[in-house]
């Protein structure tokens, strides 16, 4: 059975910083590319952050030089530091994971909500 366990979300300031991680199982961790959504409410969901199973990393636009994606193959666990939140970045974020010819799997969410 595949599970994709989001943690440390929560409430921050403005300014403020997080860090999530997604505990994988069930799946050859290595060979996923991990990746990070966010859903907003009323809008669709949208791609944050994604590294391969060689480790490029791609963002988008709007988090490039704030957010950095990670992953630690040992722990079976990919991480997403977020720096300078703004409140625009709250959402529900959730993790993926990702293989060539293979099922893609989501995590249940966590909720970050960036407000003073």
């Known amino acids: 059975q595949v599970q994709l366990v989001e943690s440390g979300g929560g409430l921050v300031q403005p300014g403020g910083s997080l860090r999530l991680s997604c505990a994988a199982s069930?799946?050859?961790?290595?060979?996923?590319?991990m990746g990070w959504y966010r859903q907003a409410p009323g809008k669709q969901r949208e791609l944050v952050a994604v590294i391969t199973s060689s480790r490029r990393t791609n963002y988008e636009g709007s988090v490039k030089g704030r957010f950095t994606i990670s992953r630690d193959n040992a722990k079976n666990t990919v991480y997403l530091q977020m720096n300078s939140l703004k409140a625009e970045d709250t959402a529900v974020y959730y993790c993926?994971?990702?293989?060539?010819?293979?099922?893609?799997?989501w995590g249940q969410g966590t909720q970050v909500t960036v407000s003073s």
């Open positions: 993926n994971a990702d293989r060539l010819g293979w099922p893609a799997y």
């Open positions: 069930g799946i050859i961790f290595r060979f996923y590319a």
